[in-house]
């Protein structure tokens, strides 16, 4: 049984430090929901009030209907998987996924059913017997998401689950990791402070900095559409720039350097009028002009990815920014060449001065007010 | 919206009863110690210290237990220190024998060394006999201060050599090879590289053995020849043939304890200017000296370590000389041992009886505290870590008396059985046992048993199931010397014990005391063979070899 989980204005303290001063967000049943941040914004903080490891100092913790703040780590029927694996070193891979089936005293018949289920379903079966540190890293973890799932439990949360594999097997646990949670269907809560992990897994991710919740959506709509300065720079790629919005003859222009001007069609009503904007444009989000419009740039230098060309630019600005096209066949721009660049205006983000909010129209936050 | 409060579980009913026993167990006897000092017949006094202080006797005691303490320090520093360095960082023939006999050596009782080496190089002795012949005239004696520090060395470098090796497991190998890469190698390096980093460690040594120098009673006594020291007044005073005098005793105690926990305090200063942590990756590899250095190195190591056996040969071999009366005479024979065979059986079920129930409780009481003090930092488990350190700076004849007088009146009559005996040994033995199991603790990541909390365990059962298996290995390794430490403790049951609860290191220094030095080196002989044979079982279950402190 998959639970939904709410927390309500929840607050943490380190003795008189606040590390999460008022933190409410919705977890849907069955969802596979992403908590994204830098490192130290309290991303474990919340997970282990969560899970029960954590003291909370404020507000509510609900699995469903229930309030869960004073219930026992070991009552809440979760599944936890850790960044270090927390494989118990002295038993077996078998009793190491047995062990919560064990604690539930189920009958033996059961427990090796399930046990030799999850341990197939995970793909170290043929391990069974043997002790954890003649594991890899990625095999342990198997264990360990084994031994969480096999009690069936209500909740399975995942504390960085990857960082300790290297690159590629990261890729693909992760990948397995999706599938597995996607098959039981299991309301998910995952640590991560990888953005591009974040989108591979997610169905909704919410972004944190300094122990606040900045926006949470799905993967698509933190691209297209982020809430503020903060969200549109962790993830993906982005150039900020400075700019002033002016409203003329009942249009919304967005003037940007060297006098390059275009029309945007998107911005919210009450925020049509004059003002000084911070601009995020994604490198795709650049074209270049042959005919000499736009912002003027020089080329510093250039990445050959095979599909996409990499280009770094420096404007006349003075403003370095990135630029992606995809790889001609005739040849790469040369370092030191002068280029000029428009901007896909219904793609850019547009936000305040200060870059608390975008102004832009189909900004989702699913963040609880 | 109510805050939660912090949650009353399990682990703070074990900090209470924890907290409860060191109250009833250490502090009051500690306390009542204190009121006898201070009271005569029921009204406050200061005459007993006022006593110390006015005599000119005393205070020539401390200066010589200082003299002696301080020598016997550095001399034991000098030794093993080396020694460590040597045995870590090279190759040596019999590693394993040698190792053996270094835990023995620090293991014996004190007065063994003192006894054996007054047969070798007394007035009368071997070795004296032998040099007498050799150059013409009598070498210089063995009695008084020179001796002393001599024996205390011998008996006290094999623990500098263990701690330090214990420091030496942790320094990386790549500090040493960056080091050579920039030009400091050899003895340079020595000074300049591996002292600094066992430094803290080194410190750490020096407080131990300078503890252990200063409460040792029994070397003086048989080796001192009228160069009285601080302890032996205590000794005296308390149960000696005349004139003992409780109240003064108790005095001088507390006297004593002020003295080390100065002395601990200075220590605690110096080591806090060191303070770093080290964990080798790559632990040092022994590498092979060659030639001379070779040599040199070889002859070193088995040189110092066989002196500082040599007495325990000497023992286990007068144990099957022919004797007449008390004394020894031409031959061998086994009336040494058949004079004890009523009395052995008793004497060997009580050590272990008395030693498994204590390591026991050693083992259980030093992890959860252990555990307490990493994982569930308070107040109140501060309070019970200070209060399990106490014992490390009281010398052990101070914990007996007190123990004698909180126990032998009413409501609680302790004294006589086995239980204060093994309280004893709890209290002493349990500091050492802390510090190596919190540092096991350190190194066990805490979402171990938060993985077994979230499979359904409740705390106690984590702990039991996921935690304690993985500091088993650890624990154990410290539990040998623990053990080794408890069969041999002298210094407290010499004052608990009765006839029903001797030991064999008490019958030992029960036949000492009575001058019948052939039982005394049978009783010695087979605690050194029961030593032995429970060292042997453990490294065979130990999956790592090496005895740590
Ligand atoms: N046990 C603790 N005691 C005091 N401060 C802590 C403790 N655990 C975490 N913190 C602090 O809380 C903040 C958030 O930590 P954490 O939740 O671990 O961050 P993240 O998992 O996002 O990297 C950090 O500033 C960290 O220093
Ligand atoms: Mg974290």
Not at chain 1, 357 to 364: D, F, P, R
Not at chain 2, 425 to 436: A, D, H, K, V
Request: glycine fraction near 6%; aromatic fraction near 10%; include cysteine.
């Amino acid at each position: 049984m998959s639970v939904k989980i709410i927390v309500k204005n929840a607050v943490k303290k380190y003795g008189d430090n606040t590390v999460i001063p008022n933190l409410s967000v919705d977890i849907k049943e069955g969802e596979f929901f992403t908590l994204l941040g830098p490192s130290g914004c309290g991303k474990t903080t919340l997970l282990r009030m969560i899970a029960g490891f954590n003291s909370i100092e404020g507000g509510d913790i609900y699995f469903n209907e229930k309030r869960i703040n004073d219930l026992d780590p070991a009552k809440r029927n979760i599944g936890m998987v850790f960044q270090n694996y927390a494989i118990f070193p002295h038993l077996t891979v078998r009793d190491n996924v047995a062990f919560g089936l064990k604690q539930k005293k189920m009958d033996k018949k059961t427990i090796a059913e399930q046990t030799d289920k999850f341990m197939k379903l995970m793909h170290i079966d043929e391990y069974a017997d043997r002790m954890p540190e003649r594991l890899s890293g990625g095999q342990q973890q198997r264990v360990a998401l084994a031994r969480a799932l096999v009690i069936q439990p209500d909740v399975l949360l995942m504390d960085e689950p990857l960082s300790n594999l290297d690159a590629k097997l990261r890729v693909e646990m992760r990948t397995v990791i999706k599938e597995i949670q996607h098959n039981v269907g299991i309301t998910t809560v995952y640590v991560t402070h990888d953005q591009e992990e974040a989108m591979a897994v997610s169905d909704r991710i919410a972004v944190m900095n300094l122990g606040e919740i900045q926006q949470i959506g799905s993967p698509k709509t933190l691209y297209q559409r982020p809430a503020n300065l903060f969200v549109s720079s962790f993830i993906g790629r982005t150039n900020i720039m400075e700019g002033r919005l002016k409203v003329e003859g009942g249009k919304t222009i967005l003037c940007l350097e060297n006098g390059y001007e275009t029309e945007l069609t998107n911005v919210r009503e009450e925020c049509r009028m004059d003002q000084n904007v911070k601009v995020s444009v994604r490198p795709e989000e650049f074209v270049i002009n042959t005919e000499g419009k736009g912002i003027e740039a020089t080329i510093d230098d250039s990445v050959f990815l095979g599909l996409n060309t990499h280009y770094f630019v420096t404007t006349k600005g003075g403003v370095k920014a990135e630029i992606v096209q995809e790889s001609l066949i005739d040849s790469i721009l040369p370092q030191g060449m002068k280029i000029h660049m428009t901007v896909k205006s219904e793609k850019i983000n547009v936000l305040t001065e200060d870059g608390s909010a975008n102004i832009l129209t189909g900004v989702l936050n699913d963040k609880p007010e | 919206m109510s805050p939660t409060k912090k949650r009353f579980d399990i682990w703070t009913v074990i900090s209470l009863a924890i907290l409860g026993l060191y109250g009833l167990f250490l502090l009051y006897p500690l306390f009542r110690l204190l009121l006898e000092s201070i009271f005569k017949n029921g009204a406050f006094t200061l005459e007993y210290f006022t006593k110390f202080f006015s005599n000119p006797y005393y205070g020539t005691t401390l200066v010589h237990s200082f003299a002696l303490s301080i020598s016997a320090t550095i001399f034991a520093l000098i030794i093993g220190v080396p020694l460590a360095y040597f045995y870590n960082m090279y190759e040596i023939k019999g590693r394993a024998l040698l190792q053996i006999i270094i835990v023995l050596c620090c293991m014996s009782a004190p007065f063994i060394g003192a006894y054996a080496w007054v047969q070798l190089r007394g007035n009368n002795g071997v070795i004296t006999r032998l040099i007498e012949s050799l150059i013409g005239h009598k070498p210089p004696s063995i009695y008084g201060f020179r001796g002393i520090v001599t024996v205390l060395s011998l008996q006290l470098f094999p623990l500098v050599h263990m701690l330090v090796s214990g420091a030496l497991k942790n320094v990386d190998n790549s500090l040493l090879e960056a080091s050579e890469n920039m030009g400091v190698s050899g003895v340079k390096r020595f000074f300049k590289v591996v002292i600094p980093l066992c430094m803290p460690t080194i410190l750490a040594a020096a407080l131990l053995v300078f503890m252990r120098a200063f409460a040792d009673y029994g070397t003086p006594l048989l080796i001192g020849q009228g160069y009285q020291t601080f302890p032996v007044i205590i000794y005296n005073e308390y149960f000696g043939e005349t004139g003992t005098d409780h109240n003064f005793a108790a005095a001088v105690a507390v006297i004593a304890i002020v003295i080390t926990a100065i002395i601990f305090l200075i220590q605690k200063w110096a080591s806090n200017r060191f303070e770093f942590h080290m964990n080798a990756l790559h632990p040092i590899e022994m590498k092979k000296a060659t030639g001379l250095k070779n040599v040199l190195i070889q002859l070193y190591t088995w040189g110092v370590v066989l002196l500082a056996f040599m007495p325990q040969v000497y023992v286990m071999y007068c144990s099957f000389r022919a004797t007449s009366g008390k004394i020894f005479v031409k031959g061998f024979a086994m009336t040494s041992y058949q004079k004890i065979a009523r009395d052995v059986p008793l004497a060997v079920r009580n050590t272990f009886v008395i030693g498994i129930i204590a390591l026991a409780m050693v083992v259980l009481l030093a992890v959860l505290i252990a555990y307490l003090v990493v994982r569930r930092r308070s107040k109140l488990n501060d309070t019970i870590d200070t209060a399990s350190m106490i014992p490390y700076i009281i010398p052990g004849s101070v914990v007996g008396i007190a123990l004698v007088i909180a126990f032998n009146r009413k409501p609680l009559v302790l004294t006589g059985t086995a239980f204060i005996m093994i309280v004893a040994l709890c209290i002493r033995r349990i500091p050492y046992t802390i510090r190596s199991s919190v540092a096991i603790l350190q190194q066990i990541p805490i979402t171990v048993e938060e993985a077994a909390i979230s499979l359904g365990c409740s705390k106690l059962e984590a702990f039991f199931k996921a935690t304690l298996p993985m500091m088993a290995n650890g624990v154990l390794s410290g539990a040998i010397l623990s053990w080794v430490t408890i069969i041999t403790e002298l210094a407290t049951g010499v004052i608990l014990y009765n006839r029903n609860t001797i030991t064999l290191t008490l019958s030992i220094y029960t036949m000492v005391s009575r001058g019948s030095d052939g039982p005394a080196a049978a009783y010695a002989t087979i605690l050194n063979v029961l030593t032995v044979i429970s060292m042997l079982i453990f490294m065979k279950f130990s999956k790592n070899k090496d005895i740590s402190f």
